[in-house]
């Protein structure tokens, strides 16, 4: 079979073993349909209600891709500020990781005070979320530039800001990389989460309704549609990455 | 394997990139007078063992000096120094007249140290661009003029990733020249390569680089004989330069059968050194 194809039928076949597997669960256990709704009741869902499914999911993927964007803008930036003056360092890296150490979790009310019930809030999670992987792995890319590199610039007289924009940003692009596809696994999380605790649209939202009247069937209808997203999102987010930087696979 | 990871020098059938003819491997643009290199006073300590102290040399204008000696002596300390990437080592160095060489020099060293995600052209503009200065259209025309005096003119577009050790290492060669520097550093620049391209690549190099002061850090014996206008072994601990065994007669390049007869010798001095720093160590 030809690799393409390969690639193709193997997802759809795991999800079709999934399916199976989901199917037989309901079967054996009999749980009633308000706790365990099968993939036949879901599919139902998804086929009546996907107006409202599409209004809901396109406020949550608004807000994932708005706080992936201003996450990586803010952490490029950031890590540049950090590699490139060594004072900022001092007064940027502990804000940076005290970001990390509070949960977002905790963090979320409070906007939703600050910022309102709409898609603002929502935003600012998933940035948050994202920001710091982001801004470590870039830092560290560009604090480990291959040293020949450096000796050679500095022999040929190079001027800083020249070395660094020339040098060590392409340089540490392959890092840079790395930290937004994990950037990009986590991004929904924010935006959900922000959903959950606050807010009158989006993915999270209708799940929590549809929650609070068992209609659990519709739970799993949203949760599928930002899989589809998340995973979507996630590919393509990668192949970006390596269009970006394409002499690493010409390496090795 | 996918397509992309292969050299692009054998897409589409065998594609090669030959050496220049040897009658057309002039030297680039003649400098004029290049400055010789005075090093005074030069010292290394490393984890409080004096690897050299109050060291000079002296490299004479307009000639290969080849500098061998065993390894961990402090050759590429040495050469580092002169570069002005010393990280541990300290000394004056300057040209005769006490001036200093910032501006002067180029350095080439065991990694062809490429940019990957340059293309070949790209990476020997590399210094005018780490300058600030716009690449102009005379910069572009040198750069490939350079390439191909190096045997590279139909790879000027390709990323060093498809290209093999030798042509990389080519490539680092015409980024050399284009700087167009008096004084020439060269650390071990053929180590990584096989025997039959570094032999093709001496000869280049050699032809190349005429008219300017180089010191060439090398520990192959064979290639300080043929390259070397002088030869300097830097051997004992703290370390001492000596030029016992002399440079072979003619210009450089020399071809390896000439320089066959004084190769015996430059081993046993290179080996009573090795043998030399291992008992300074055990003492």
């Known amino acids: 079979m030809p690799e393409a194809a390969r690639r193709v039928l193997r997802p759809l076949a795991i999800l079709a073993g999934l399916l199976v597997i989901w199917q037989a669960i309901q079967w054996a256990s009999q749980a009633p349909p308000y706790i365990l709704p099968g993939p036949l009741a879901v599919g139902e869902v998804l086929l009546t209600r996907w107006p409202q499914l599409l209004d809901h999911a396109w406020v ?28 900022m360092r001092r007064w ?45 792995a870039f830092f560290d890319g560009l604090r480990r530039t291959e040293p020949g590199w450096l000796d050679l610039a500095r022999t040929m007289g190079g001027r800083r800001g020249r070395v660094l924009w020339h040098l060590r940003v392409p340089a540490a692009l392959p890092a840079l990389g790395s930290g937004l596809r994990v950037a990009t696994a986590v991004a929904p999380i924010g935006a959900v989460v922000g959903e959950w605790v606050g807010s ?6 209708l799940m929590l309704q549809a929650n609070a009247r068992m209609q659990v069937d519709q739970m799993f209808a949203a949760l599928f549609v930002l899989a589809v997203f998340a995973v979507g999102l996630y590919f393509t987010v990668d192949r970006l990455v390596r269009r970006a930087v394409p002499w690493q696979a010409e390496e090795r | 394997m996918t397509q992309s990871d292969r050299p692009a020098g054998t897409r589409g059938g065998a594609r090669v990139y030959p050496f220049p003819d040897r009658r057309t491997a002039r030297p680039a643009a003649e400098p004029p007078d290049s400055p010789g290199v005075r090093v005074r006073g030069a010292q290394l300590a490393f984890d409080g063992v004096q690897l050299f102290d109050r060291l000079d040399l002296d490299l004479a204008g307009g000639e290969i000096t080849c500098l061998l000696g065993p390894s961990g002596v402090g050759k590429t300390s040495l050469l580092r120094l002169i570069a002005g990437l010393a990280d541990a080592a300290e000394g004056r160095v300057s040209d005769p007249q006490g001036q200093p060489l910032h501006g002067k020099l180029a350095y080439m060293a065991q990694q062809d140290l490429l940019l990957p995600w340059l293309s070949a052209r790209a990476n020997v503009l590399l210094g005018p661009r780490l300058r600030g200065q716009t690449v102009t259209r005379a910069m572009r025309a ?41 004084i020439v550093l060269m650390d071990e620049p053929f180590a990584g390569l096989d025997a039959i391209t570094r032999y093709e690549l001496q000869a280049l190099a050699a032809e190349l680089l005429a008219g300017r002061t180089v010191l060439l850090v090398t520990h192959d014996p064979l290639e300080a004989l043929r390259l070397g206008h002088r030869i300097r072994v830097l051997a004992g601990r703290p370390a001492r330069l000596d030029d016992s065994v002399g440079a072979p007669p003619g210009a450089p390049p020399r071809p390896a059968d000439q320089v066959a007869d004084r190769q015996g010798a430059l081993l046993d001095r290179l080996a009573a050194a090795k043998r030399a720093q291992r008992e300074a160590g055990d003492a």
């Open chain 1, 92 to 136: 940027l890296l502990p804000v940076l990781v005290v970001s990390q150490a509070i949960p977002v979790f905790a963090l979320a009310p409070i906007l939703v005070v600050w910022l309102g019930y709409g898609m603002a809030s929502k935003v600012v999670m998933a940035t948050l979320i994202i920001y710091f992987p982001v801004t470590s």
């Open chain 2, 142 to 182: 040198q750069a490939d003029a350079l390439l191909d005096r190096v045997g590279l003119a139909d790879a000027a577009t390709a990323r060093p990733g498809a290209l093999s050790g030798g042509m990389r290492q080519r490539v680092a060669l015409a980024r050399t020249l284009m700087e167009d520097r008096q």
């Open chain 1, 60 to 87: 949550t993927f608004a807000e994932i891709l708005l706080g992936l964007g201003l996450g990586l803008l803010l952490g490029a930036v950031s890590a540049l500020l950090i590699a490139s003056f060594r004072p």
């Open chain 1, 200 to 205: 009158s649209a989006g993915l999270g939202y």
